[in-house]
């Protein structure tokens, strides 16, 4: 199904929302989303900077700041700290192409997107982005401010809404299961858990916020955001600058 159906149907009152599991739910006001388009072939992808290798916080310290933030400042973020924050969550960091989190049989099953909101990064037009760790670029997949249609599959949690972008971690189980079987769709569940941690640490460490958010409608965002079809989503993580 074309994202635009999807869309469409989502409006018409598409299902009911699945239950929060983490509290600061809210509703989402009843603006819709422009129509998203898929991003033209043509379009180039974005090289990030080279992530940093030594910050200002300690690990120790971003554990013990790290929490669960839902409200966020209007302000854009940098190209540098999606950089850092991807780079964080599945860069390359072995030379036989090892990455940051760990993965079983190192088969890495995990896809990342980011939902960028309109002015949500300095340098990047409002859509979805899918993440290239080998060249650490971003490839657009779609065009259009999607945030209230994803934060509407999402249980109406404003804070996906309002954050200047999402990170969306997905699964493919396949690539495990092949090896695995039937388990690899733990380890799958389990190599998330480590991408997410990384994400809330690092994000921690450059002074931005995030949350980890379960509680959304897998299929109808699948469809929305025009993933792959073998592509499960398992993780929304709204990402910005958090208000005190
Ligand atoms: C698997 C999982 C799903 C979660 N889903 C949501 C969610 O849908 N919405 C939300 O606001 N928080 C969600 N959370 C975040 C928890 O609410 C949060 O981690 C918990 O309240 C503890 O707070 P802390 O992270 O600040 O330590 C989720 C956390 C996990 C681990």
Redesign the pocket.
Known sequence: MRPKTAFLLVLAGLGALVA??????EETPATPDASPSPASEETPTVSLPDPRLKGEMSLEEAILR?????DFKDSPLTLGEISQILWAAQGITGKTGLRAAPSAGALYPLDLYLVVGKQGVDGLGEGVYHYLPQSHSLEPTLEGDVRQTLARL??G?M?IAEAPLSLLITGEYERTTSKYGERGVRYVHMEA?HV?QNV?LQAEALGLGT??????QDEEISQALNLPSSYRPL??MPIGHPEP
């Open positions: 929060g599991c983490g509290g600061g739910e790290r929490r669960s933030r839902r999402s249980s949690q804070s858990g997410g809330y949350v980890t958010i379960g509680a959304f993780y929304v």
